[in-house]
């Protein structure tokens, strides 16, 4: 197994070398998606994500024997906040954060080929112990600040890491598996339940919430990841035959809490 690190100026022959020859491509490269949307940053976003993926796409047209999987990252902001989706929906948002995941899964698909299937996930908001976005969020509950996001009524679409990890495997093992697949757990729950959660399990009030407006005064357009529902569905994982290890938050949250001691 090989690590490669991608940047504007790595040549596109020293991503050749590392891919000829293997058998599968993960690419998770991308800025943080939680971070204030300003024109500049924006420009990162897209940037980090479509110049990766188009040099390994690139790549891989120039191997002799290319990977024949490749699995690229994706995000649940694609749909829209109004619907319950799994990966045949159709109602799809029409926002910069759906936009650039449109302009990603288009460039990953240049790969698809009579030797390389193509697979794009999906990621609802990715919860480990390791890190992530439960690293910003536990803090506040432990001090017991804890509190829901705007009127809490949205959903989260999430996952926790393990099987984030363990879905990855289960697809290189599925050749017949192709096209988007939603990397979320089977039970989404609302922003207000999850605090709940949070709080119950960590043994911390929760009598506080964040407004919406303070929201995106700190973050602008880039508090639509926080304050838009998403409720979305891993159809294809689960008609597949993957199970969960974490179907529920509950379930996710006191393995966390256990892992941090």
């Given at each position: 197994m090989s690590g490669l690190s991608i940047r504007p100026a790595t040549p596109i022959e020293a991503v050749v070398t590392v891919l000829e020859g293997s058998d599968v491509v993960i690419n998770l490269a991308g800025a943080s998606i939680l971070g204030?949307?300003?024109?500049?940053?924006?420009?990162?976003?897209?940037?980090?994500?479509?110049?990766?993926?188009?040099?390994?796409?690139?790549?891989m047209e120039q191997c002799l024997?290319?990977?024949?999987?490749?699995?690229?990252a994706s995000a649940v902001g694609i749909?829209?906040?109004?619907?319950?989706?799994d990966e045949a929906s159709r109602?799809?948002?029409?926002?910069?954060?759906?936009?650039?995941?449109?302009?990603?899964?288009?460039?990953?698909?240049?790969?698809?080929?009579?030797?390389?299937r193509v697979c794009t996930m999906r990621f609802g908001v990715v919860y480990g112990e390791g890190g992530g976005?439960?690293?910003?969020?536990?803090?506040?509950?432990k001090w017991g600040l804890g509190g829901k996001m705007g009127d809490g009524f949205q959903m989260v679409s999430w996952i926790h890491l393990e099987d984030l990890v363990r879905g990855c495997a289960f697809l290189?093992?599925?050749?017949?598996?192709?096209?988007?697949?939603?990397?979320?757990?089977?039970?989404?729950i609302s922003n207000w339940e999850q605090t709940?959660?949070?709080?119950?399990?960590?043994?911390?009030?929760?009598?506080?919430?964040?407004?919406?407006?303070?929201?995106?005064?700190?973050?602008?357009?880039?508090?639509?990841?926080?304050?838009?529902?998403?409720?979305?569905?891993?159809?294809?994982?689960q008609e597949s035959g993957f199970e969960f290890l974490y179907p529920t938050f509950d379930e996710a949250m006191g393995e966390i809490v256990r892992g941090r001691g």
């Open positions: 204030r949307w300003n024109p500049q940053y924006k420009k990162t976003l897209r940037q980090s994500r479509l110049e990766t993926t188009g040099k390994i796409v690139e790549a024997t290319p990977p024949h999987t490749f699995l690229n749909y829209d906040s109004y619907h319950q989706h109602h799809l948002a029409e926002d910069f954060l759906a936009d650039l995941v449109r302009s990603w899964e288009r460039a990953a698909m240049l790969a698809h080929s009579e030797r390389t976005a439960m690293a910003k969020m536990l803090p506040p509950f290189i093992e599925r050749p017949d598996i192709h096209g988007a697949v939603n990397f979320t757990s089977p039970e989404p709940k959660t949070m709080g119950r399990i960590l043994r911390r009030p929760v009598f506080l919430g964040i407004p919406a407006w303070i929201v995106r005064l700190a973050f602008g357009e880039g508090a639509s990841v926080m304050l838009d529902s998403k409720e979305v569905y891993p159809k294809v994982l």
